[in-house]
């Protein structure tokens, strides 16, 4: 069968969304980036709100976010993406807001905005991508940089005694009255994507409810920051990523998920020692 | 006519509202008029003042450091403030607490015993509307009709009616007026 | 609130100003001397009127940042602060530069460096003309030096701004916030429709219609080669600006030997100042700046050629008696005078220093 005969509209099973743009992605071969953002495009597409959608977009590896989804994007200053989508959103209340961050941006230097936006319950979408690492600048210590783990300015491990401990902003987040559905996710298998499209579109369609905001993490690897091939870092994400930060829902319908233990401190989580 | 003022005492004595007063029925008998407070942490207990500005022509600087009138009600700003009555100008002030009375011979002093009748007919809150009364018999620079505009539109509608209270006060404060030393 | 004459506080002409004048949008953090802005707005519940959002941030860089948000979106986004509040929003206002997006700022200037004083200073020059932020940008700045002026420059703030897509700064201090004067507003105009919005904001963010592409407001480019083109796209922003946007009073210039120049409070000081020397006999004339940038620095030279000295006027250590060298080449003696710290010189001073630096 030649390959034109193949190509016809009932043999479709899967086409890029519309949502997203033509121009080639620059994330490295691994990344989690990529499948996140098709997951929020497809959203967008799904949910028929394209020509209401407003993008904030962070500094660090996903920089770039709004060469690649076909939708009006701000580029914020670092870690000011929730302060811009509060007053995109609160000027605009029935467009759709997201913002789009790395661990740097929203954890460490907006950590003010994030927190106050969450606390007051803006209803807007925040994607979060923890990878524990800053990728775009070489590889530094995050704020969710595991004990131990080693990076381009713990160069032995992160010291607690020096740095500190990781911070679990996720869970602190869903302690704050203003989010209305907080979830961690993952996109490093097929079962994980579909579900954390799930936990996206969620997030998208309870902007129309008005009662707080919508939190997604999506735990990801960094095979690059990390020195490792994609499989190893997939692999070493599960084992060392996932004990300190469980998937799941943790905040659904402004309640705590039962058995989900917010307060649950890991310290000294022994990890998975990969060749570097 | 311009009449450069400034009024000063302890931040709670209505310096601040006797001032906006002045100036707001300066503005309803359409003359120019600045208020330029001092502000912060004095205005919270300390000492507090403010020049107040009425004027035929365009005003300069509402910032000014010559004084046409000085009000004062407290020590300090007595201090503060005696020399700064341009020669030939008007001092009027509360003798209550004052243990240093005012020296100067080149200008023309009052006294108002305003703290002292305001206890004791029982308006203590309206203590600055008596001593607005002991300025505005000297210097009658605005009119009855446009003090009670003024007062109309500084006071928040809800204490409009005070307002024949405030304007009792100023008429307590023209009889309560004297001379102390004059040209 | 239709027009009226009024009795208000410079911050309060501010906030009703924004009210009157359309603004969608104000965010702000409480500083003093300026927080009269924001209670004002609050007070007045505004959107329950014309619809503005008002909304106290969480600090300086939120309040910036909900700017560059919603300004973005191509709505009329304003924030007010003083020094040490503005300091920290520099980041922002490269930001919002960068991105060519109009927008309001107002600096009721307080007295520093660092925490510094609550009292009104004007040492904010530099900061403000100069830069501030990273990179070759310039902020159209407005110092207005009376009540009327802060409400009225706030109207003409928002034509600049979208204008030019450029963010626009009132420079004021906190004399001529927190003093008094009579205001005459201004019949309401209503804030922007939908229609007037996608007219006047086309590069807005405001949800992507089928029929254009996507609209990105971003001020980075990776590109070196396309970056130097967008400076030099900047630049002529700038030097049309110049060209076509400067404002200053001139009072008493024409027969004057000595000149005052000076903005905002100190403008008003040393019209006393002026007066005082007039009726001693001296001929002194005020040159009062109303933009700061753009500097009107051919209309100061013109004036300058007729006059033996001009004495700088700024509540500072002397930041703009840069720009008035540069604009009169140094060809006649130009002396500052300027008290620090939250004092504001008094118009005596302003005199004795004419006399003992200028005319000698």
Request: charged fraction near 20%; charge should be neutral; include cysteine.
């Amino acid at each position: 069968m030649a390959n034109l005969d193949i190509v016809k509209p009932e043999n479709l099973v899967y086409t890029k969304t519309k949502v997203l743009t033509d121009a080639i992605m620059h994330y490295c071969p691994g990344c989690g980036h990529g499948t996140a953002h098709r997951i929020v495009a497809e959203v967008i597409d799904e949910l028929g709100i394209q020509d209401k959608t407003i993008g904030v977009a962070p500094v660090g590896c996903s920089v770039l976010a709004y060469n690649y989804f076909d939708v009006d994007f701000q580029e914020a200053a670092h870690g000011r993406a929730p302060a811009l989508a509060t007053a995109a959103k609160r000027l605009n209340p029935d467009c759709f807001v997201f913002t789009y961050q790395g661990d740097g941006d929203l954890a460490a230097i907006g950590t003010a905005e994030t927190i106050h936006a969450c606390n007051r319950g803006e209803n807007i979408t925040m994607i979060f991508v923890n990878n524990g690492i800053y990728g775009m600048t070489g590889g530094q210590m995050a704020p969710t940089t595991l004990v131990g783990m080693k990076s381009a300015t713990t160069p032995y491990g992160r010291n607690v005694a020096l740095n500190g401990y990781p911070l679990r902003i996720t869970e602190l987040l869903a302690t704050l009255p203003g989010t209305y559905y907080v979830t961690r996710q993952s996109v490093h298998t097929p079962a994980a994507v579909r579900k954390a499209k799930a936990a996206v579109k969620q997030a998208f369609e309870n902007q129309k409810l008005q009662k707080g905001l919508s939190f997604v993490e999506i735990v990801s690897s960094c095979n690059s920051g990390w020195k490792m091939t994609p499989v190893q870092a997939n692999q070493w994400m599960e084992e060392n990523m996932f004990p300190n930060y469980p998937i799941g829902d943790i905040k659904v319908n402004g309640q705590i998920v039962e058995n989900v233990d917010i307060n649950r401190i890991v310290v000294d989580h022994p990890l998975t020692v990969v060749n570097k | 006519m311009t009449e450069e003022i400034i009024i000063a005492g302890f931040g709670g004595q209505g310096v601040l509202s006797m001032g906006k007063i002045l100036a707001y029925s300066g503005v309803m008998q359409d003359k120019e008029v600045s208020w330029m407070p001092s502000y912060g942490p004095e205005m919270r207990g300390g000492t507090a003042n403010v020049s107040v500005i009425i004027s035929d022509e365009r005003i300069s600087s509402p910032i000014i450091n010559q004084f046409d009138t000085a009000i004062i009600l407290n020590q300090q700003s007595l201090d503060k403030f005696e020399n700064a009555v341009k020669p030939g100008g008007m001092l009027l002030y509360d003798p209550n607490g004052i243990t240093h009375h005012p020296t100067r011979k080149d200008i023309n002093i009052y006294q108002i015993a305003a703290t002292d009748k305001a206890a004791e007919i029982g308006i203590a809150k309206l203590f600055n509307m008596i001593v607005l009364g002991g300025f505005l018999k000297y210097k009658p620079i605005v009119t009855d009709e446009f003090i009670h505009k003024g007062l109309q539109k500084s006071l928040p509608e809800r204490h409009h009616k005070l307002i024949p209270e405030n304007e009792r006060a100023i008429k307590i404060g023209m009889e309560i007026v004297k001379p102390y030393h004059t040209l | 609130m239709a027009k009226e004459l009024k009795l208000m506080k410079g911050n309060e002409a501010i906030a009703h100003a924004m009210i009157a004048s359309g603004t969608d949008g104000y965010f702000g953090y409480p500083i003093t001397p300026q927080s009269e802005v924001m209670e004002t707005l609050m007070a007045e519940k505004p959107w329950e009127t014309t619809g503005m959002t008002v909304l106290q941030a969480e600090s300086e860089m939120a309040s910036i940042n909900m700017v560059y948000g919603g300004a973005a979106t191509g709505k009329k986004v304003a924030t007010s602060s003083s020094s040490p509040g503005i300091s920290l929003m520099q980041e922002g206002l490269t930001y919002l530069a960068g991105a060519e997006i109009p927008c309001l700022i107002v600096n009721v200037m307080r007295g520093g460096p660092g925490l510094g004083t609550i009292q009104p200073s004007q040492s904010d020059y530099f900061q403000s003309v100069k830069g501030g932020g990273h990179g070759d940008y310039q902020l159209y700045t407005l110092a207005p030096a009376s009540v009327q002026e802060m409400y009225d420059f706030v109207f003409d703030a928002w034509d600049i701004a979208f204008k030019y897509r450029n963010p626009v700064l009132i420079l004021s201090d906190g004399a001529i916030g927190q003093c008094m004067e009579k205001l005459y507003t201004r019949d309401y105009m209503p804030r922007w429709t939908e229609e007037e919005r996608r007219k006047n904001a086309p590069w807005g963010t405001w949800g992507k219609p089928a029929t254009r592409g996507h609209n990105i407001i971003t001020s980075l480019e990776l590109d070196s080669a396309k970056q130097e083109v967008f400076n030099h796209k900047l630049q002529a922003k700038y030097r049309e600006m110049e060209a076509k946007e400067v404002r200053y009073e001139t009072l008493n210039c024409e027969d004057a030997d000595y000149i005052i120049v000076a903005y905002g409070s100190s403008a008003r000081i040393s019209m006393k100042a002026m007066q005082m020397a007039r009726e001693k006999g001296i001929k002194v004339g005020l040159f009062r700046l109303i933009t700061l940038f753009p500097f009107p620095t051919q209309q100061l030279k013109a004036v300058a050629q007729k006059v033996k000295g001009i004495l700088t006027v700024e509540m500072s250590a002397g930041q703009m008696i840069q720009d008035v060298k540069l604009a009169t080449e140094c060809k006649l003696p130009v002396e500052h005078f300027g008290r620090f710290g939250g004092i504001i010189p008094t118009p005596t001073e302003v005199l004795e220093a004419l006399e003992t630096k200028i005319i000698k």
